[in-house]
């Protein structure tokens, strides 16, 4: 018997769009897709049946609707339903084409043809239930920032992607001659999605290893090395939890791209960077969200790693 899913749809006002897309993932939703009716936002969103219960989804509308009053704007239209998993499937997809981001990249989903001719780099992809397709804000912020770091020197860089989802950005750091990348995810539906993706983009294990965990496994798998850059595309709350753990698996000389951001986070974002005695190097605003491009200051020694 197949797994059920919970779709999740909202019909809302324009102004509301980025809220609800930060709430749904806050939720634990997979797979959100959007189309256009009657110049508002449909936004579907998935969730497997057995993740939530009854109670969960009518909180997750109790605060989209709250979210609605502190905007000021009409209450959203919410419904959700359960659909098997074949039906998941083909039900988000059809809305997701080949999408251009930044100057190199055309993140390209696995089940269509691909291009005889095409001058970028494809990054074919297949999420499954995993976070990050490159239609979000956030992931095409970190994939252009990616571009930037990476654009000299890439062959000597080793990176960690914390948080990886489907793997894209891990996989976007190999596209562009990164060394090596570790990518961790705490979700091992997450984990088998990258490393699917990364056959699916004849992607060599030997640059690119996926491990479920956190920093700790991160390091472990690593062998406590030290990282060039570390990408971080998650959630503004675990940044903050994780980011004064970034000496221990960084060296003087390290970057970091921190996202998955809100507007009006930056301020508490920016507090742990400089309390942590980095510096910010660019802010990066798209929509509501935001992608800051740090590094350790100039001022910081190498510190004692852990062995």
């Not at 809220?19 to 993932?25: C, D, G, K, P, T």
């Not at 956190?214 to 709350?237: K, P, R, T, W």
């Amino acid at each position: 018997m197949s797994n059920r899913w919970w779709e999740i749809v909202i019909f809302c006002d324009p102004v509301l769009e980025e809220s609800v897309f930060w709430r749904l993932e806050k939720f634990g939703c997979s797979g959100t897709a959007t189309q256009i009716k009657e110049n508002c936002p449909l936004i579907k969103a998935y969730i497997p049946e057995i993740a939530v219960r009854l109670l969960d989804l009518a909180a997750l509308s109790l605060w989209l609707n709250q979210d609605a009053i502190l905007m000021e704007a009409s209450s959203p239209q919410i419904q959700w339903h359960l659909i098997d998993e074949e039906d998941w499937a083909s039900s988000w997809k059809q809305y997701w084409q080949p999408t251009k981001i930044g100057d190199r990249f055309l993140v390209y989903p696995a089940w269509l043809e691909m291009p005889t001719e095409e001058e970028r780099l494809i990054l074919r992809l297949d999420p499954g239930t995993a976070f990050g397709t490159g239609s979000h804000p956030t992931t095409q912020l970190c994939l252009e920032s990616l571009e930037m770091r990476l654009y000299e020197n890439a062959e000597a860089q080793t990176i960690a992607d914390i948080g990886c989802g489907s793997g894209i950005l891990s996989i976007g750091s190999v596209l562009l001659g990164a060394k090596k990348v570790y990518g961790v995810d705490t979700d091992p539906l997450a984990v088998k999605a990258s490393r699917s993706n990364c056959q699916l983009n004849q992607i060599d294990r030997q640059r690119l290893v996926i491990t479920q965990g956190s920093i700790e496994e991160l390091m472990e798998e690593s062998g406590h090395q030290a990282f060039d850059g570390v990408i971080c595309n998650i959630l503004a709350e675990t940044v903050i939890d994780l980011f004064p753990l970034f000496d221990l698996c960084t060296h003087e000389d390290s970057w970091a791209i921190l996202s998955g951001i809100l507007l009006d986070q930056a301020q508490a974002i920016a507090d742990i960077v400089e309390g942590q005695g980095w510096t910010v190097a660019a802010l990066w605003k798209r929509k509501d969200w935001c992608c800051f491009n740090v590094r350790r200051s100039e001022h910081v020694g190498k510190r004692v790693r852990p062995t």
